[in-house]
C-alpha cells in the first residue's frame, strides 16, 4: 500500500532543503562579494604605495644628482618670492636635466597640460601658474612650486602617481611633499625630500584640527606623511573610502 504521508513528508523535506540551499548560495554570493571588494581595496592600496614609492625615490634621487651637479643646496640660486617664473627657472636649472620627462608643461595652457583635481574634502582645485608642471617618461605628473623668506626657502611638489588618469584625488593618486633649502629653525630638514606634515605625530595627521590632515574632512595634503609614518603602509585610520571622488 502507498503511504500517502511519507510521500508528503519527502516533499516537504525536498522544498525546505531547496530553500536552505538557495539562501545558502545567497550567503555565499554575499560573503564571495565583500571578499572580492576587499581584495580589490587591499591591492589597490599596495599598488598606491608601490607607485607612490618609486615616484618619491625618482624625486629623491633627481634632487641628489642635482646637489652633485651644482654644488650644496645652500649655495643654489634659489627664487627670493612665490612666482611663475622662480618656479619655473628652479624646474628648469636643477631638477629637468635630472629626470626623463615625457612633456614640460612650463606654465602652459594646452589641454594636456590642464591639471585640475579633487582635494580629499571633494573641494576642486587646479594648479595655478606659480606651479611649473611636468610629465615623467612612465605617466606620473608632478609640479612644483618654490617659496621663500627670510628664514627659509622651499619647494614644494605634487605628485600623481599615474598622471591624469583616475581618479585624481589628494590621498588616492595625488600626494605632496617638500624640498628645503634653508631653514633656519630647522636645518636638519635642509636637503631632504619630506612629506608635507612630516613633522606632526600620528595621531596629529588623522585629527580634523589642520586643514592639511589626512582626515575626509579636510584636504589630505598630509596624507604621504601618513603612509610614510605607518611605514610605507595604509592602515587603519587612514581615509581610503572617502578619497573615491573622480575628476572627469
Known amino acids: 500500500m502507498i503511504n500517502l504521508s511519507k510521500i508528503k ?6 522544498g525546505s532543503t531547496l530553500s536552505e540551499l538557495l539562501i545558502t548560495l545567497a550567503l555565499i554570493g554575499v560573503v564571495f562579494t565583500i571578499a572580492t571588494g576587499v581584495m580589490i581595496a587591499d591591492y ?9 614609492k618609486k615616484h618619491y625615490s625618482t624625486l ?4 641628489v644628482r642635482a646637489a652633485a651637479h651644482n654644488g650644496p643646496y645652500q649655495a643654489w640660486d634659489f627664487p627670493d618670492n612665490l612666482s611663475e617664473r ?26 594636456v597640460c590642464n591639471y585640475t583635481f579633487k582635494e580629499l574634502d571633494a573641494t576642486e582645485k587646479a594648479l595655478n601658474s606659480t606651479w611649473s608642471r ?15 623668506t627670510d628664514k627659509y626657502k622651499v619647494a614644494y611638489f605634487y605628485v600623481d602617481s599615474n598622471g591624469k588618469k583616475r581618479l585624481n584625488v589628494v590621498a588616492r593618486d595625488i600626494f605632496m611633499f617638500e624640498f628645503w633649502i ?7 630638514y635642509i636637503g631632504k625630500l619630506l612629506p608635507f606634515g612630516h613633522e606632526f605625530s600620528r595621531d596629529e595627521l588623522i585629527s580634523p584640527s589642520n ?9 589630505g595634503n598630509y596624507c604621504a606623511a601618513l603612509i610614510m609614518k605607518d ?17 572627469q
Not at 60 to 63: D, E, I, K, P
Not at 182 to 188: A, I, K, S, T, V
Not at 211 to 219: G, V
Request: glycine share 4%; with cysteine; proline share 3%.
Open 9 to 14: 513528508f519527502n516533499r516537504f523535506k525536498k
Open 134 to 148: 611636468f610629465f615623467l617618461n612612465d605617466g606620473a605628473f608632478m609640479a612644483v612650486q618654490t617659496f621663500s
Open 231 to 247: 611605514n610605507w603602509q595604509i592602515k587603519r585610520g587612514y581615509p581610503w573610502a572617502q578619497a573615491r571622488y573622480v575628476v
Open 44 to 52: 589597490n592600496k599596495n599598488q598606491t604605495v608601490v607607485r607612490l
Open 86 to 111: 622662480g618656479s619655473y627657472y628652479f624646474f628648469e636649472r636643477y631638477l629637468k636635466p635630472h629626470l626623463v620627462l615625457a612633456r614640460d608643461c612650463k606654465n602652459s595652457t594646452e589641454a
Open 182 to 188: 634653508e631653514n633656519d629653525e630647522h636645518p636638519e
Open 211 to 219: 586643514q592639511n590632515n589626512c582626515n575626509n574632512t579636510k584636504n
Open 60 to 63: 629623491s634621487q633627481a634632487l
